[in-house]
């Protein structure tokens, strides 16, 4: 998600872009709701929206799990005060960006999305593709061809990080060249 150009349009209509996001949606925050300007990442259906917290102040004998679980309840904590405006927030984020808002939190090394979209996507596989899944699923690797395909995409993900960032740039030079046209 983050780094894709959410205004291409290889198959689509383009989108309003999200570049900025973070500053509406801190414009529109309540003094005082974060630490600073939300983390967004979006593609052509969803905008995850991070807010980063105050790191609370830890005893000098705090252990690891101590710290997790601190910063752990500080982002419980901001979830249910929030819960209210954010669904506000998020219905304003769907009309100004034509997506749909999730939502998490950031605090000192631990991060939380609380809510994301699960988006169907359709798919044609032949057999030895299928296979791929069964394996997976019949190892215990997923639990469904469904799981196995996003556990497939996460593998590539990490592995092709670096392909898929020059190809995402290589998009949306296409995109630039598409949008000037040639001059009539």
């Known amino acids: ?88 927030i998020a219905q304003q984020l769907q009309y100004r960006y034509h997506r749909q808002a999730s939502w998490g939190a950031r605090c000192g090394a631990t991060t939380m999305v609380f809510t994301h979209q699960s988006i169907p996507v359709t798919t044609s596989l032949r057999q030895p593709e299928r296979l791929v899944l069964d394996t997976l699923v019949g190892s215990g690797v997923a639990s469904s061809r469904s799981d196995a395909l996003a556990w497939c995409v996460r593998l590539v993900e990490q592995h092709s990080e670096d392909w898929l960032k020059e190809l995402r740039e290589a998009m949306t030079s296409v995109d630039d060249l598409r949008r000037r046209g040639p001059g009539v």
């Not at 998600?1 to 900025?20: A, E, F, K, R, V």
């Open 1 to 88: 998600m983050p780094g894709i150009d959410d205004t291409s349009s290889w198959h689509y209509g383009p989108l309003p872009s999200t570049d900025d996001a973070p500053a509406w949606i801190y414009g529109i925050f309540p003094d005082g709701w974060t630490a600073g300007l939300p983390e967004v990442s979006a593609d052509r259906d969803e905008m995850i929206v991070v807010c980063p917290l105050a790191t609370p102040d830890h005893p000098a004998d705090a252990t690891e799990s101590d710290r997790a679980a601190t910063e752990e309840g500080r982002i419980s904590r901001f979830r249910e005060a929030t819960r209210d405006m954010r669904v506000q």
